[in-house]
């Protein structure tokens, strides 16, 4: 008599199994490549808004004469920017009052993020100002 022969190859269950699997693993890595991307996109963009209000803070810093002032505009269409130069009267100066005043210039810049909330990037330093801040 004749022996029954061995089946090869797969089942249909089996080959349901691997091809779920492999969809599903196929979606978790589609999910962290576009996840990656997006955290790319806002790290650049944060990139850009600190050497935005780093330049705008030197510039500020570099302008301030004993005025106090507030000003503000737009680059590349995304991002707004703010300073404003104000007393820092936390940092009151006994003795030399007279001579020096310290002032407070801070910058802030925003930029939609694209669906989600504003985001903004805010930096301060303090300056001293020959005679008193006005």
Not at 47 to 65: G, H, K, Y
Request: net charge neutral; charged share 15%; aromatic share 8%.
């Amino acid at each position: 008599m004749r022996s029954v022969a061995c089946n090869r190859g797969f089942t249909l269950l089996e080959v349901l199994v691997s091809l779920a699997i492999l969809s599903l693993s196929y979606v978790t890595v589609l999910n962290i490549i576009g996840s990656s991307a997006s955290k790319a996109e806002l790290a650049a963009d944060y990139r850009a808004a600190m050497m935005i209000a780093e330049s705008r803070l030197a510039e500020s810093a570099a302008m301030v004469a004993n005025s106090l002032s507030t000003r503000s505009g737009q680059v590349d269409g995304r991002f707004q920017w703010q300073t404003w130069v104000s007393p820092a009267d936390d940092y009151a100066m006994s003795g030399y009052a007279s001579q020096f005043a310290p002032v407070t210039i801070s910058v802030s810049v925003t930029w939609d993020a694209g669906g989600h909330s504003p985001r903004e990037v805010l930096l301060s330093t303090i300056r001293l100002t020959t005679g008193r801040a006005r």
